[in-house]
């Protein structure tokens, strides 16, 4: 119940004469509460061009708002729409992390438009005298600070410091850090020692006010959701190191923006967020490593950012090394609220999330509308158990391997040779190395181009590169060395006896058709023929000198590796195999009858019927296409596709079980963990034997196990 301290006399006495009336409508109101959903808290993260406003409703009503942005009317306008569509009328917490203009420049001009009963910050502003002071910079030091005072003089003022809580019903606020000092005693299930604490690098000590920045831990039931404000990099390891006192969260605020001046891994990866949100500016914050860095935590699903992050030149005071900015580091699309880069852009959207007490929740974009769902925990998998690993090489048998990595160089100029743990290998540019094994003679299991297909298979099918040029490929490696550089035929349905050398010569163009979509459109053509598709989707194949399938594909940017496709008996099964024992995740599904979009921990049934015959393919009898798996890891994907050689589809005999990779011309594939530790005790729990080790690999260890259907994997402990 509300206290009625602050109250004012003549309202006190309006509500006693309304009793009466209050109560009848209470009775009837709880009848109602009674047979409705459990209130949401929800936060909405307000766009003010890379500073910070993120807006607080607990489900009792009250509302924080975690800073306010610039000063001006712009910021303080965006906040002031955001709490009328939330159906905030008076914040009850205006919650400061720090002084910097970003963050407490525009209290005053919200308080004006919205009343604020009481004011929270770390106290007064403490000056570092290592801190470079410019005239400019004490000018504006000296204006916001003193419209903040202002503001603060017109409702209560509340100083904390770590271990304090913030009085919210129905909320569990806690303060973590405020004023270069951390909690000392872990909070409630916490405290593990962290593993990540010895790879850790400190940056230069930080005597900004940033370093002074309040940091929260907002708690609703089984919720939890982490706010660092502008903490930097050496405070936010006092948070974590040696022991993690705060334990993990559903949702993490990247700390200062996405700046690599905060947010070190070992720090994100030990709370391990499901959810990122970037509250960044068009050219503020985003940084390739924090991106990078948050796309290999474990457990992490998806990223939010409050802008689209334009390409521009690193910052290395910010300890950045590589360009921020651009398509190829921001997150998708549909995960952006704002794309616009003008800063007075008009209009403007925010991110909101809505949390539910056992923990779920729900993140909208509302400049789209886009929704994805995201399951309670205690409903995940045991996958949640483990890191996410990273993809680290391709292991090949090969009677040269000298001649294998001449062959890559000219396919892939871009790329080098190199020795990696004491193998030949060669590394592309973006994370994934072949490396070679010597071996006596021709290892099984090379592409057969009689056959058009591995003899024997093993589950391993295709290594493949994406393209922007895939015409401008075949040119050149055809003008450079037409034998060495021979293109597989790719045939466009079951009466084609040539094949074309690229997918988009075929006459469907970009599209994958089934045979019976393929005799519709030709039925469709003899009454008005359709001109050919150019598209933007291009395949073709090649096989290396040991054997291996190579694969290009059109796409945006050159990468080397930009995928890889498997056989599997049942490769929907395969997925649910990967993401139980081996800590990777399936693609999210979309829900026909909500139209949400949320994550999934297994696929069932995961044994389906197999789907038709599909083109174009670099199989004359065409493609089993139906069922695919998917799952994702930390840098990338995999795809799954059917044993194709059943049902008589291979000839008379040839209805084999896949062969297992060992000893074939891909040996194995190899992945990495942070610590191989959890991951064999992980394994051993599953009932997943391990074949081999741990034995060494360079100057870590390694282990080898096998997949349901064969496929050896080498896991590696790589910090």
């Not at 708002?65 to 009328?89: F, Y």
């Not at 005693?185 to 002074?212: M, R, T």
């Not at 309670?376 to 949640?384: E, I, K, L, V, Y």
């Not at 589809?649 to 942070?674: E, F, I, M, W």
């Amino acid at each position: 119940m509300r206290s009625t301290a602050l109250v004012p006399p003549t309202l006190r006495r309006t509500l006693i004469v309304l009793a009466p009336v209050l109560a009848a409508v209470a009775l009837t109101s709880n009848a109602i509460v009674r047979t409705q959903s459990p209130r949401t808290f929800d936060m909405y993260f307000i766009d003010v061009e890379g500073g910070q406003a993120t807006l607080f409703v607990a489900p009792s009503g009250q509302s924080l708002l975690v800073d306010a942005g610039n000063p001006g009317d712009r910021d303080a306008g965006r906040i002031a729409a955001v709490a009328k569509e939330a159906g905030v009328s008076r914040i009850d917490f205006m919650m400061t992390t720090h002084y910097d203009s970003d963050h407490h420049g525009g209290v005053k001009d919200v308080s004006t438009r919205i009343p604020v009963r009481t004011f929270v910050d770390h106290g007064p502003r403490i000056e570092d005298p290592e801190q470079p002071m410019s005239p400019p910079l004490r000018a504006n030091i000296d204006r916001t600070d003193a419209a903040y005072a202002e503001a603060v003089a017109t409702g209560q003022h509340m100083v904390v410091k770590p271990g304090d809580t913030i009085p919210v019903s129905g909320l569990d606020v806690r303060v973590l850090a405020g004023g270069r000092s951390a909690i000392a005693q872990p909070l409630g299930g916490a405290g593990a020692p962290n593993p990540l604490c010895a790879a850790y690098e400190p940056h230069d000590v930080d005597h900004s006010e940033n370093s002074f920045s309040l940091g929260f831990m907002f708690r609703y039931e089984q919720f939890r959701m982490l706010d660092l404000g502008d903490l930097t990099w050496n405070k936010e390891h006092d948070l974590v190191c040696p022991n993690n006192l705060i334990g993990t969260v559903d949702v993490y605020l990247t700390t200062h923006h996405g700046l690599n001046l905060s947010g070190p891994p070992a720090l994100v990866h030990a709370v391990k967020p499901r959810v990122a949100i970037m509250n960044n500016g068009p050219r503020k914050g985003a940084a390739a490593e924090t991106l990078a860095m948050l796309r290999s935590s474990p457990g992490l699903e998806d990223i939010w950012q409050l802008h689209y992050s334009v390409p521009r030149a690193p910052n290395t005071s910010y300890y950045e090394k590589v360009n921020p900015g651009g398509p190829a580091l921001n997150t998708a699309e549909s995960f952006i609220a704002n794309l616009d880069e003008a800063a007075a852009h008009t209009p403007v959207y925010y991110i909101k999330v809505s949390a539910r007490p056992d923990g779920s929740f729900v993140v909208t974009n509302s400049r789209n509308d886009f929704r994805k769902e995201y399951k309670a925990r205690s409903a995940q998998s045991a996958a949640g158990a483990l890191p996410m690993p990273k993809y680290h090489h391709i292991h090949l048998n090969s009677v040269d391997p000298r001649r294998s990595l001449d062959w890559y160089a000219k396919y892939w100029p871009n790329g080098k040779k190199v020795t990696v743990a004491g193998f030949l290998a060669f590394e592309g540019g973006n994370g994934l190395s072949l490396l070679y094994n010597k071996v006596d003679r021709q290892a099984p299991g090379a592409f057969d181009k009689r056959l058009h297909r591995s003899a024997p298979q093993s589950p391993f099918w295709t290594f493949g590169s994406g393209v922007v040029d895939t015409v401008g490929l075949v040119d050149r490696l055809t003008k450079l060395d037409p034998k060495q550089f021979q293109f597989l035929p790719v045939y466009a349905g079951p009466d084609d006896k040539t094949g074309v050398i690229r997918s988009a010569l075929a006459p469907q163009g970009d599209q994958l058709l089934t045979v019976s979509q393929l005799r519709e459109r030709a039925a469709r053509d003899r009454n008005a023929p359709q001109a050919p598709r150019p598209g933007n989707q291009d395949f073709g194949y090649l096989v290396d000198p040991d054997g291996m399938l190579v694969e290009f594909n059109s796409a945006t940017e050159d990468h080397f590796w930009a995928h890889n496709h498997f056989w599997h008996e049942r490769p929907l099964c395969a997925a649910n195999w990967y993401v139980e024992h081996l800590g990777m995740q399936l693609p999210s599904s979309r829900n026909a009858q909500t139209g949400t979009t949320g994550s999934r921990d297994r696929v069932e049934p995961c044994d389906v019927p197999i789907g038709e015959v599909g083109y174009p393919s670099f199989m004359p009898q065409g493609q089993l296409r139906i069922p695919i798996g998917n799952v994702r890891f930390a840098n990338g994907s995999w795809q799954w596709y059917t044993r194709q050689c059943r049902d008589g589809r291979c000839g008379a005999g040839n209805d084999k079980p896949l062969v297992r990779s060992t000893g074939q011309v891909v040996d194995h594939v190899a992945l990495t963990y942070p610590d191989l530790e959890p991951v064999i005790a992980h394994l051993r729990a599953g009932g997943v034997p391990i074949l081999k080790g741990p034995y060494k690999f360079g100057d870590t260890r390694a282990i080898l196990i096998e997949d349901l259907d064969g496929l050896a994997l080498e896991l590696i402990e790589m910090k």
